[in-house]
């Protein structure tokens, strides 16, 4: 593993130990080295700073597919030391609008139209009457003589003050979102606690499926410097073209999360008996949402290899993943134990530390945990007066110090007074063979406060899931009747975010009336 004093440091050593090796490939074909990444973003930074102004300290929020340029993207604003607000490219003109009169960038780099959706007219709009400039980036970036820059920021991610050099935006499911502020420190505690527990290696290829705007983005980048490994980008995931992206590129660290897994799982039970879908997969990591147990132990049939989850958010990447080389019950039921440098402590409602085993609320303190939001009246929420890390997540330690998440503090529904757990349902109706994904939310009731309504997407080739069905699945599991949902709705599919969470307050809108 190489070792930087910040990550463009890290980039410039990479491309010297291992200038001709692949750091990406994308599902057109087009390849790029270690080597060419560094020269190809220092000439980017050169024209940002001629072109555009960019430099040392300057907030540039950029909006790009999962493309080879958001990674030169990436890099040269680094070189320049920039503070870079990446935004996935779901977000449309509330979000997006939001966050310009937030953050105050300077510039905005977006595609002209993607998918149909033109952001070049929507960063008009939201920049419109402010101090923000739009550039429109199609797979292309302005180019200049990196001779003429500046020297490079001498930062050390190590030292006693750690800039900020990135906002990373939640997703905002529920309300406005917010603006995290991190520094190289993060990235780098969040890619060498995932790394080490996945026992990567310069000859790994790690899908990287997800929206490169995403924290884990950044977190990935630093991986692939600090490893030497190669990133398999698709600008869009499509079980149709993506999955044959994975095969093609001989993927062997099957990213990146629960829907993604489910995808290449059914895929899988598709093929004729004796065939592999990805022939050298080593691992199924995971994040960005939690798993039903059964997922690691159907993966692990079908491929011979199964899940290997962490534990996370926008605010602190990475605080605990699983070993690959754990056992079976620990991948299957936990996200494994917090990396290291990491301390989580779990806090009961009424303020006490939780026993070993015992729920209430996941606290951490860390390397990766933000340096605080940019509207810094959201910090006295987000800290405890210990200065701990309140993550809103439900969940507990075994013995072994490994995490098993629970549920959300608001993703608990109370009927008459009474908790009930969304996931552990929803980890029930996951072992139904007529389900193939699942949301348990909580609905108003006059009668009772709340009413359970499971939400289900039928499994390929079965009938849907019926009332009776359902309820007799939950009793015979052993799940007591207070618990049992009072409502039970088919769906084609569940609306997630581009991180694969599902988005509960769509479907409390859509069935709560």
Known sequence: MLEGRNIWDLIVRRAQATPGRELAVDETGRRITFGEYRDRAERAAAGLAAD???GEGDVVSWIQPTWIEAMVLFGALRRLGA???PIIPIYREREVGFIVHQAEPTLLVAPSVWHGFDYEAMARTVTEGTKTRVL??????PEGDPAGLPAPPDDDMDGDDVPVRFIYYTSGTTAEPKGARHGDRSLRAASRGMSERLHLAQEDRFALVFPFAHVAGGVYMHTAMAYGLTFVLDEAFDPETTI????????T???AGTYFHQVYLQAQRALPAGEKLFPHVRTFPGGGAPKPPSLHWDLKEAFGVGAVSGYGLTEAPVLTMNDARDDDEVLATTEGRAVEGTRLRIVRADGAQAAVGEEGEVRARGPQVTLGYLDPALDADAFDDEGWFRTGDLGRLDERGNLTITGRLKDVIIR?????SAKEVEDLLFTHPKVADVAVVGLPDADSGERACAVVVPAAGRDPLTFEEMTAHLRDAGLITRKLPEQLEVVDALPRNPSGKILKFELQRRFGA
């Open 52 to 54: 555009h102004g960019v």
């Open 83 to 85: 503070v870079q607000n």
């Open 136 to 141: 429109v980036a199609d797979r292309s970036l």
């Open 244 to 251: 044959d992206l994975l095969r093609r590129e001989r993927v």
């Open 253 to 255: 660290q099957g990213g």
């Open 416 to 420: 008459k007074g009474e908790n009930i």
